[in-house]
């Protein structure tokens, strides 16, 4: 996803029309758009933005077309931008919440602005235990034109630290 700031850019000027064909288990449209290839300052900008994440793994360099909502549910083929579309995948595809003990591999966290509701959505990809507490990692592609890392959902970028984190899944 981008920055807080980007964010709010893209809200006022709309989803672009480059997407694809791409529609909520209800039939619904998802409105979307394919994200440009990042330029050299993009891959710079990625870089220093994981300066000081040790605990992050790489797991894929710097890319474009799609965001973390496009990561999430739209199998990297494309970004999603408005908040709407996204409450719309939660309510047609039957998420629900959960808590974070009950987390599994393949399950979402998303973390909601309080103003601007969800910023980021990354996937669960494993539960490891540190001490006796079980922690989701998530796989996240923090901009459009970022890369994806692993991480503890608490290490996120400084300007994710005031969002509530919510844990969602469509398990039965």
Known sequence: ??????????????????????????????????????????????????????????????????????????????????????????????YRRIDEATACIGDIVIYRHQTLGPLHAGLVVEARLVGSAVIPYILSKWSDSYGEDIHSYLDVPQQYLGCGIEFWTDRP
Do not use: H
């Not at 793994?57 to 973390?68: K, L």
């Open 1 to 94: 996803m981008t920055s807080p700031r980007l964010f709010g850019i893209a809200r006022l000027i709309g989803t672009p029309e480059s997407g694809i064909a791409l529609a909520t288990s209800a039939s619904r449209a998802i409105e979307n758009a394919q994200a440009v290839a990042p330029d050299e300052r993009a891959r710079a900008l990625y870089q220093a933005s994981r300066k000081g994440k040790i605990g992050w793994t790489n797991r894929r360099d710097a890319c474009g077309v799609y965001n973390c909502f496009g990561l999430v549910w739209a199998s990297r083929r494309t970004s999603i931008y408005e908040v709407s579309e996204i409450e719309k995948i939660l309510s047609d595809d039957a």
